[in-house]
């Protein structure tokens, strides 16, 4: 079973949707969360952490759920340029310092 | 701010060939990290450098080696390709260990 698991999709939605993503890990000793955006042949960029209470950055929002184990990803009022491949990561503090584990990635679509 | 650079963009190598890519971050990041992508597993972890002088394994450090003289670079070498290091390198850096990783723009290398 992969340590970070995530529907690789793709999700076609149109414009203007609601769309959401869960991601579950395997490792419980997972200590920070974070969501990732890479466009296709670019490198991964932090959208933004996920933390115990939940947050919200505009139109995202990430949640995180400690004891089934996953983390979730909401995007409000879907952009064309939210067409990207969305990676969910969980990290584990070690004495070799943050050791990210990262999903393989849910790709989104958003359509006229 | 030029953040995480990368060299080369792409590289086309022989087997058997040495190559050293490069990574050099200016935003003074204590921790620098180098991944492989590769279509349907995601980024692995190669090695990692929590601090100037300092360097670890990551979860596929085999036929890779790493070097951290100074704070700035972080340079990955192979030292003797073989058709299954081909894939996109991204390195990336941190404040410190425990924080958000950013990364570079990544070098495609195929080694044939």
């Known amino acids: 079973r992969k340590e970070v698991e995530q529907d690789p999709g793709p999700f076609n939605v149109p414009e203007g949707a609601t769309v959401a993503f869960n991601c579950t890990y395997s490792n419980s000793a997972s200590q920070s969360f974070f969501w990732y955006r890479q466009d296709c042949r670019k490198e991964p960029k932090l959208l933004m952490s996920v933390y115990s209470s939940g947050n919200e950055d505009g139109r995202f929002t990430a949640q995180l759920n400690r004891a089934s184990q996953y983390i979730s990803l909401l995007i409000r009022d879907s952009k064309l340029s939210d067409s990207a491949t969305y990676l969910c990561?969980?990290?584990?503090?070690?004495?070799?310092?943050?050791?990210?584990?990262f999903g393989t990635g849910t790709q989104l679509k958003v359509e006229l | 701010t030029a953040g995480i650079t990368q060299a080369p963009t792409s590289q086309i190598l022989a087997a058997g060939r040495s190559m050293t890519l490069r990574c050099t971050q200016d935003m003074r990041h204590n921790a620098m990290y180098w991944y492989r992508q590769d279509l349907g597993l995601g980024l692995r972890l190669i090695h990692y450098s929590n601090t100037a002088g300092t360097t670890g394994k990551g979860e596929v450090p085999d036929g890779y080696s790493v070097s951290r003289a100074n704070t700035d670079d972080f340079p990955l070498t192979l030292a003797s390709a073989v058709p299954s290091q081909t894939s996109v390198y991204f390195c990336?850096?941190?404040?410190?260990?425990?924080?958000?990783?950013?990364f570079g723009p990544g070098t495609r290398l195929t080694v044939l």
């Open positions: 990561v969980g990290g584990i503090l070690t004495g070799g310092g943050n050791k990210l584990t």
């Open positions: 990336a850096s941190s404040r410190e260990a425990y924080n958000e990783q950013f």
